[in-house]
């Protein structure tokens, strides 16, 4: 079973992640702040190397923003384990030119669901300072 980790603020939206992906046999963490979402995922790839796990990232969270806990996922080398779901075109836009999967939200979650599991076969190789 794989795991993604879903990293939103918005309650609804959180919760209907949470829903579909469930049911589609995911195991889900979610995580709903900046700050949380920073010292969990840190957490998280320093105990599991990110084995079998994707992140779906909103960029916009209370504490520490989307950007922030992309940067420290890129410098751990997992970037390619993300994608960024957002509601701002420009921001997704860019994400896209410097070759990271991002979605403009709203996102169909069977789209989403597809891009998890391509991401979940790319190869990492995890730096941990």
Known sequence: MSTVIIVEDDADLSFIYNYFFTSRGWKVVSIRSGTEAFDRIQSIIYETHLNDAAIVLDLHLPGRSGDEI??????HGAASRVLICSAYTKEVDAYIRKGARALRKPASYEEMESILKEILQRKIEIRLV
């Open 70 to 75: 992309y940067e420290m996922i890129e410098f």
